[in-house]
């Protein structure tokens, strides 16, 4: 059951930061910080931040807006954009590659607990 439930944790690690996420015609392209609004956790304590990323195709310049949010953006920051090839102003931002190490190790982890349940 452990192994299982660090399964479950790593595909909802990956449902909740858009990591399966594809748009039509996807391509990506690298954008970047321009702004940061601040979005309160009291739960958590700190405060926590969607990040506003410009990226261009084709010489126009598009903004997106994080559907997650985050303490540690930052402006300025570099990040990966997947667009819609034929429509570049459908963007979303991909999550940082610590995102799938994680996921990946997670799933991993799960996969070594239920073999070893499975050999006892």
Do not use: C, H
């Amino acid at each position: 059951m452990p192994g299982v439930i660090l399964i479950l944790m790593g595909l909802l690690m990956g449902l909740i930061s858009g990591a399966f996420r594809r748009l039509p015609n996807q391509r990506i392209t690298s954008g970047q910080v321009v702004s940061l609004e601040r979005a309160p956790n009291p739960e958590a304590g700190r405060t926590r931040y969607a990040a506003w990323v410009e990226y261009q195709v084709d010489g126009a310049v598009y903004t997106v807006k994080s559907r997650f949010r985050s303490s540690t953006f930052y402006t300025g920051q570099r990040m990966r954009v997947a667009y819609d090839q034929a429509a570049p102003q459908n963007a979303a931002i991909r999550p940082q590659r610590t995102v799938y190490l994680a996921m990946a190790a997670l799933f991993l982890a799960g996969a070594i607990v239920i073999a070893l349940s499975v050999l006892k």
